[in-house]
């Protein structure tokens, strides 16, 4: 009976240091899973702004790209210089283009550097495109035209 009594001394009291383990054990869980929330909700945050910037990014470089377009098509439209000239600015849906032109001597030349004949009148044009009719420009775009007729 002595035996008996000693081993079921022993099962309640492992069974006590066991209990009292899992409380510990529960309560240290609970830590675990508040710092791991802590930790996925940072995580989530900054992937939440990577994917905000990246969309944001997404829609600067299409509207460049439409801007681009728009520029290339006006000076495509023009052959001369003075063609631009009458149409020194426009709309096109949302955007707004701005023609500026400059005479300027142009001097052609060969790939060694040698003149090829003199310099030939013709005009810088820059095209600005922005949103807004006088808004800061998304591109600028400048190439050279030249004159049907010198300035």
Same mark, same amino acid.
């Given at each position: 009976?002595?035996? !008996?009594?000693?081993? *079921?001394h022993r %099962?309640? &009291? $492992?069974?006590?240091? +066991?209990?009292?383990? =899992?409380?510990?054990?529960? #309560?240290?869980?609970? !830590?675990?899973?508040? *710092?791991?929330? %802590?930790? &996925? $909700?940072?995580?989530? +945050?900054?992937?939440? =702004?990577?994917?905000?910037? #990246? ?6 470089v299409?509207?460049?790209v439409? &801007? ?5 098509s ?15 600015s426009?709309?096109?849906? &949302?955007?707004?283009?701005v ?45 050279w035209?030249p004159?049907?007729?010198?300035p």
């Open positions: 009976m002595n035996r !008996l009594h000693t081993a *079921v %099962a309640q &009291a $492992s069974k006590g240091r +066991a209990g009292s383990r =899992r409380k510990g054990r529960l #309560g240290f869980a609970l !830590l675990e899973a508040l *710092v791991a929330m %802590a930790i &996925a $909700s940072i995580a989530l +945050a900054t992937l939440y =702004r990577s994917v905000g910037q #990246g969309s944001k990014n997404v829609g600067d299409e509207a460049r439409e &801007a681009t377009l728009l520029a290339r006006v000076l495509a439209g023009a052959t001369y210089a003075e063609d631009l000239a009458q149409t020194a426009g709309q096109s849906g &949302a955007w707004h283009w023609v500026h032109t400059a005479p300027e001597q142009v001097q052609i030349a060969e790939e060694g550097g040698r003149p090829v004949t003199s310099p030939i009148s013709a005009a810088r044009v820059t095209i600005d495109i922005s949103r807004a009719k006088g808004g800061a420009p998304v591109v600028s775009w400048t190439t035209k004159w049907r007729t010198a």
